[in-house]
């Protein structure tokens, strides 16, 4: 069983930034054998991928929307990923998920799905304010 943990959201102006984390732990878990991930999902809209690293951290993928403005990073070391939001936009007000799963290979069509990974957290609400 995996157990995440989000934390970092809250409420900023259009163009400022957060940053994210998500800390993972479990009774067997070893944090770097899952590949992690960020959604998101907005009042009365489906949940959507946001961002995505490979279990080192040497592969990213990131949605249209975000590219340029949105890093995910990790440390295994310290069993965390992160979310760098930056120029944020108010159209990037959600609550945003942590995910993990253990992957069996690093392709975009099958990991910008949320159907694909089997932890999840509990969430964290960003609010961009124009």
């Known amino acids: 069983q995996v157990h995440l943990v989000e934390s970092g959201g809250g409420l900023v102006q259009a163009g400022g930034s957060l940053r994210l984390s998500c800390a993972a732990s479990?009774?067997?878990?070893?944090?770097?054998?899952?590949?992690m991930g960020w959604f998101r999902q907005a009042p009365g809209k489906e949940r959507e991928f946001v961002a995505v690293?490979?279990?080192?951290?040497?592969?990213?993928y990131y949605a249209d929307s975000v590219k340029g403005r949105f890093t995910i990073s990790r440390d295994n070391a310290k069993n965390t990923v992160y979310l760098q939001m930056t120029s944020l936009k108010p159209e990037d007000t959600a609550v945003y998920f942590c995910?993990?799963?253990?992957?069996?290979?690093?392709?975009?069509?099958?990991?910008?799905?949320?159907?694909?990974?089997?932890?999840w957290g509990q969430g964290t609400q960003v609010t961009v304010s124009s």
């Open positions: 995910n993990a799963d253990r992957g069996k290979d690093f392709a975009y069509a099958t990991l910008s799905s949320s159907a694909n990974y089997a932890y």
């Open positions: 479990g009774r067997t878990f070893t944090f770097s054998n899952y590949v």
């Open positions: 690293i490979s279990w080192s951290g040497g592969t990213k």
